[in-house]
């Protein structure tokens, strides 16, 4: 089992759950977040620190975002298991679903996340 990073992500890419998770599996892509299911240790420290509410346990992510599950799990089909987010920095790349959406969130926070 694994913790999934859905909508709420897409373009605002907050960083705190980066910041609290202790085996760094949280790897950034162009536009959303993207935890690496098999290196995610199941701690959970990542969800509660999360402002956009958009972390959840595998089994409670809600239906209407069921292929976000699928977008974590593909984001990594290319890039395998580098062994940790930070010393890959920013992967030029995001899963389909998440590249066929339209810009999400206010303008503001689309400025704030681009900083």
Request: charged share 25%; hydrophobic share 35%.
């Amino acid at each position: 089992m694994t913790y999934v990073i859905a909508l709420p992500c897409v373009d605002l890419k907050d960083r705190a759950c980066v910041d609290e998770c202790p085996v760094d599996c949280i790897y950034e892509g162009d536009r959303m977040l993207y935890i690496h299911p098999d290196e995610c240790v199941d701690c959970g420290a990542c969800e509660p620190v999360c402002p956009v509410e958009a972390i959840y346990y595998e089994d409670d992510l809600p239906d209407e975002w069921a292929e976000y599950y699928t977008a974590n799990v593909d984001f990594f089909e290319e890039i395998g298991s580098p062994g940790g987010a930070a010393k890959v920095g920013v992967i030029h790349h995001d899963h389909g679903v998440i590249k066929a959406l339209p810009p999400q969130g206010t303008a503001e926070q689309q400025h704030e996340a681009a900083e």
